[in-house]
């Protein structure tokens, strides 16, 4: 069995770890750095449920080796929140819109929300459904997830900062920090 140290910047900080060649990013971020909210639903990259931001993309970390994230950059569920912990605003929105109910599916699909308004941040409602097109969800349909990214979408365009700082005052009502 071949070992390899790693270091990859997880959610801001730098994580060092020894891991054996099979291991994937997703078991290392579960079980190594413990980092739950990343989902193991299919282990084969069908279900998206362990989508993980990787050096700015969406990625299924089943389907990376541990290995070949070393050096990258990871942004999981549990490093989108706001400095003080408040709910980032895809969160948010997708709380307010019912686009939760079981939550299995949820870490993965706000990660490629989140992948998808970087890249794109005012997607149509064709763009969503292509973005999350990797993504199942066997509880809530899909409206209900392409309307909270498209609330989303609208609310972090009305919240863009030069300092990337954004406030979500209750329903609806948001503030951008200068």
């Known amino acids: 069995m071949t070992l390899h140290a790693i270091s990859i910047k997880v959610n801001g900080q730098f994580r060092a770890a020894t891991v054996t060649s099979q291991m994937t990013l997703l078991q290392f971020l579960r079980e190594i750095l413990r980092l739950t909210g ?14 993980v931001i990787f050096n700015g993309r969406a990625v299924k970390s089943c389907l990376v080796l541990a290995a070949q ?3 990258a ?3 999981t569920i549990e490093g ?9 605003p895809i969160q948010k929105a997708f709380m307010e819109m019912g686009a939760v109910q079981c939550g299995y599916c949820t870490p993965g699909m706000i990660m490629t ?3 998808l308004l970087d890249a794109n941040p005012r997607p149509t409602r064709g763009e969503i459904r292509v973005a999350i097109s990797g993504n199942l ?6 409206s209900k997830i392409v309307s909270a990214i498209e609330l989303a979408a609208l609310r972090i365009a009305s919240l863009k900062a030069e300092d990337g700082s954004w406030e ?6 948001c503030i951008h920090h200068e």
């Open 80 to 88: 989108l929140n706001g400095p003080d912990g408040e709910l980032h």
């Open 73 to 75: 950059e990871v942004l």
């Open 168 to 173: 979500i005052l209750g329903k609806g009502k």
């Open 69 to 71: 994230a070393d050096g």
């Open 113 to 115: 929300a989140k992948a």
């Open 137 to 142: 969800c066997r509880c809530t349909g899909y």
């Open 38 to 51: 990343v989902k193991d639903g299919c282990a084969e990259g069908d279900c998206g449920a362990c989508t």
